[in-house]
RNA sequence: GGAGAGGUGGCCGAGUGGUCGAAGGCGCACGCCUGGAAAGUGUGUGUACGUCACAAGCGUACCGAGGGUUCGAAUCCCUCUCUCUCCGCCA
């Protein structure tokens, strides 16, 4: 959520800066400065009404005391027509906060300068690459057979038993996960990380914190007899622990890693990219999420997205990093770059990790403040990105490290896959 | 799930209708004291909003959340929520 303090003194340049995002936002600026004009108002004669009665209220205590009663009921009856007064002018104001913050809420952040414009994809800039793209291979298979002919993951399993999107992982492709999820903690703790293990439903406060909600409505399951959210990222429980919270300069930076099951229900985004394992309802991710200052915290970006870059290069796999265009953006980010690790089999280049920075606007809605050393209290700003989400490394590694002999496994996994190759039988 | 007890400032803890944003203590900050430190001692120490220069000052709100009673509520009533204890159930 964007600071109403901004939108009130440059509402020309919030205007001017979303529509790098492709967002119109003249009609809501426009409303939002007239609601918070309303708002003070309203604040003001509320504060000044209910100042009157306070100090009526304190006269009749002391007309009591001086036995004159008939001065005090007379009082009273003056303070009944006050608390009328200060009644409607609460609840106008409540309405008015209301209008205002259900605005605020559809807002999304701006766009961090560099930024460029553009409506999709196409529009993306590559600012790095990484790794050697694997020959071509005319007889390479696609992972969705490979996990076939290996027998490692199950998706008709998955169908029976859950639904399209919910697939079954065994022997080999059991460990491999496991394997991934403890290499990608253990390099996040190496690189100074405290790990955490968050709760996979999280209630609706949280869902708004770290702006899920209102945006993607529809996109989590939902819990409704408990009215709990199924996480659809780790970044949700573990940005949240500092919903509500005061911190002091010296507790950041702050650098959480954790692994968590992540749940998406991906509706309306199913189609003839999506085979295997190139979306599911359910996935293993491990989500890194920093805490930092304003003064640093693109330095802090620059500085996840060399390790996030760390870890493809231990992997093995080629990659490229790009930065998203405005239209591509996501509604909560000021600069994301996204990884995308080539496919060979597939010739794709599928995204499996983004890097963002959403300055003050998941603080402005948790409200996650700090103190500076001169004793300022202000916004801090978040930072989250994926290290990494699992399928989409799985499919990559699976088809470009297939051999006759059976799939090769990068040295770095080898500790902990306990073994070298994934064979047949 | 059943019964009982309770949620007060960074922490502990007083406060059962007005003088309470809230005693006292701890912690913290700054000063005094000291060769230095400890001890001692003095002062200060919440957040949000409004006014305003995002200053001071002033005003308003906040004692788990939301409603109510009252001229006036941390204090009384109702609902919800969370924590603790006991019982039940259970990985």
Redesign the pocket.
């Known amino acids: 959520m964007l600071q109403?303090?901004t939108i009130r003194q440059q509402p020309e340049e919030i205007v001017a800066r979303l529509k790098i995002k492709n967002f119109d936002a003249a009609t809501h600026v426009q409303s939002i400065v007239a609601l918070?004009e309303q708002?003070?108002?309203l604040?003001?004669r509320?504060?000044?009404t209910?100042?009157?009665?306070?100090?009526?209220?304190?006269?009749?205590?002391d007309l009591?005391?001086a036995g004159k009663a008939d001065e005090?009921s007379r009082?009273?009856e003056e303070?009944?027509a006050?608390?009328n007064t200060s009644?409607t002018l609460g609840e106008e104001l409540?309405a008015t906060v209301k209008k205002l913050n259900d605005i605020l809420l559809l807002l999304p952040n701006l766009p961090n300068e560099s930024v460029p414009a553009g409506k999709a994809e196409a529009d993306n800039e590559i600012v790095a690459t990484g790794g050697t793209l694997p020959e071509k291979n005319p007889t390479a298979l696609p992972h969705w057979d490979l996990i076939k002919k290996y027998n490692i993951i199950d998706f008709d399993l998955g169908n029976k038993v859950t639904g399209a999107g919910f697939p079954f992982y065994r022997g080999q492709g059991a460990r491999l996960q496991r394997a991934l999820i403890n290499f990608f903690l253990d390099q996040g703790i190496a690189a100074g990380y405290l790990e955490y293990q968050p709760p996979l439903l999280v209630n609706e406060d949280s869902a708004y914190g770290t702006g899920q909600l209102p945006d993607k409505d529809g996109q989590m399951y939902y819990a409704p007899v408990d009215k709990l959210y199924l996480i659809p990222t780790a970044e949700v429980p573990i940005t949240n622990i500092y919903r509500d919270v005061?911190l002091r300069e010296e507790d950041l930076p702050i650098k959480n890693v954790a692994y968590s099951n992540c749940f998406r229900r991906e509706a309306g985004s199913w189609g003839a990219h999506v085979r295997g394992l190139n979306r599911l309802h359910q996935f293993d991710k491990v989500e890194i999420v920093q805490i930092r200052t304003p003064e640093e915290s693109y330095q802090a970006l620059e500085e996840m997205r060399e390790y996030v870059a760390g870890l493809l290069v231990e992997l093995e796999l080629p990659y490229r990093i790009v930065r998203l265009c405005g239209g591509d953006l996501s509604f909560t980010s000021a600069l994301t770059y996204d990884f995308e690790v080539f496919s060979s089999a597939q010739e794709r280049w599928l995204e499996v990790s983004s890097v963002s920075n959403f300055e003050s606007f998941q603080a402005n809605r948790m409200?996650l403040?700090y103190?500076t050393k001169e004793?300022?209290?202000?916004l801090a700003h978040t930072l989250n990105g994926s290290a990494l989400a699992l399928p989409r490394i799985v499919a990559a590694l699976l088809e470009n490290n297939q051999t006759d002999d059976g799939i090769r496994i990068p040295k770095a996994l080898q500790a902990y896959t306990g073994f070298e190759m994934i064979t047949l039988g």
Not at 375 to 378: A, F, S
Request: no cysteine; glycine share 4%.
């Open positions: 109403i303090t918070d708002r003070r108002e604040q003001s509320l504060d000044e209910l100042a009157n009665a306070n100090r009526l209220a304190k006269s009749i205590g009591y005391k005090a009082q009273k303070s009944a006050l608390k009644k409540d005061l409200k403040r103190k004793g300022r209290t202000q």
